[in-house]
């Protein structure tokens, strides 16, 4: 095959040039189709998170309660146990903080 002429005929070989012909849809853009379907996707997409970013804000609250509100903080409970021994006589001092505050108050 000898790649020296091309006619107009010929679309597929890259660098080959040719006239659009009048009714070619290929090269033929619908101005009012491509617009409803540009507008259409984008009500269509601004629908979706419509109805979408709420379900992720109540599904991301729930997982929060579940993983943060609801558990039980083990951390925090030992250190909150640790500090009322501290303060009822678990301490170097062996005194509690009542008796400390009764020796400050006077009594």
């Not at 080959?16 to 619908?30: G, K, M, S």
């Not at 629908?47 to 951390?75: S, Y």
Request: hydrophobic content about 40%; aromatic content about 6%.
């Amino acid at each position: 095959m000898s790649h020296g002429k091309h006619s107009d005929e010929h679309y597929g070989e890259p660098g080959a040039r040719h006239q659009a012909v009048a009714l070619d849809p290929e090269h033929d853009i619908n101005a009012k189709s491509a617009t409803l379907w540009v507008v259409g996707g984008a009500i269509v997409t601004f629908v979706c998170l419509w109805v979408m970013v709420p379900i992720f804000l109540r599904v991301q609250q729930e997982e929060r309660a579940r993983k943060v509100e609801q558990t039980e903080n083990v951390e925090y409970n030992e250190v909150k146990a640790h500090e009322r021994a501290f303060l009822g006589g678990q301490n170097p001092t062996k005194r509690s903080i009542a008796d400390v505050l009764k020796q400050l108050a006077g009594n």
